[in-house]
């Protein structure tokens, strides 16, 4: 049984080398659209990811620092969920939405 274990361990690693080995030689793997441009949903998305991974980040700190115990999940409309990570979403979602408020406010006066 552990000789057939090696055996695909060494299979897979050699057709992962074999496949590095023909990327590099030719571009057969390259994306179909070099160039492409991101769209409008997928940029804020990407950014709504971005700070909230930042304010998630900042949480877990927090809470490690002071010792503050944290459930592990919470139930929201029947699914569960971390709750820093879902607190950090709301936030993120909010801050958004107060920036655009902002920026409107601005324009109008």
Do not use: C
Request: proline share 5%.
């Amino acid at each position: 049984m552990d000789l057939k274990r090696w055996a695909l361990f060494a299979l897979l690693l050699g057709g992962l080398i074999a496949l590095a080995i023909l990327r590099s030689k030719t571009n057969l793997l390259r994306p179909l659209h070099p160039n492409g441009t991101a769209s409008p949903l997928s940029k804020a998305i990407s950014e709504l990811i971005g700070i909230a991974g930042g304010i998630y980040l900042s949480l877990e700190l927090v809470t490690t620092f002071l010792d503050i115990s944290v459930p592990a999940t919470i139930k929201v409309y029947g699914l569960g969920f971390n709750p820093l990570a879902l607190l950090s979403m709301i936030l993120a979602a909010l801050q958004t939405i107060g920036i655009s408020v902002s920026r409107l406010r601005r324009v109008r006066w």
